[in-house]
């Protein structure tokens, strides 16, 4: 998770607990896309580092290779790691 997010978690909770529901969805999904982007992020820096292995190894041109490099360009770091993982 990212710096902020259990703070944002919290404050969801105490808003909750007052009974403003609408306020507590609202950093509920904040903090759901900050978990998000966090793992996200963390496939993204697996997969970059697999492929970076890979170039190093004369396979950057494999097509899961090739394919992991466009997902990464796209942002979809799962879909990139998931391409790289068991090469």
């Known amino acids: 998770l990212w710096r902020d997010t259990g ?3 919290k404050e969801a ?3 909750a ?3 403003d529901s609408e ?3 609202k950093l509920a999904k ?3 896309a900050e978990a998000d982007g966090a793992l996200n992020q963390y496939y993204m820096e697996m ?3 697999i492929v970076r292995s890979l170039e190093a190894e ?3 041109k ?3 290779v090739e394919a992991a490099k466009a997902a990464l360009e796209a942002k979809d770091g799962k879909k990139a790691y998931d391409l790289t993982k068991n090469m």
């Open 58 to 60: 004369g396979k950057g």
């Open 13 to 15: 909770e105490a808003a």
């Open 23 to 25: 306020t507590a969805v």
């Open 30 to 32: 904040k903090a759901q």
């Open 47 to 49: 997969a970059s580092y």
């Open 62 to 64: 494999a097509p899961n």
């Open 7 to 9: 703070d944002i978690l």
């Open 17 to 19: 607990n007052k009974g």
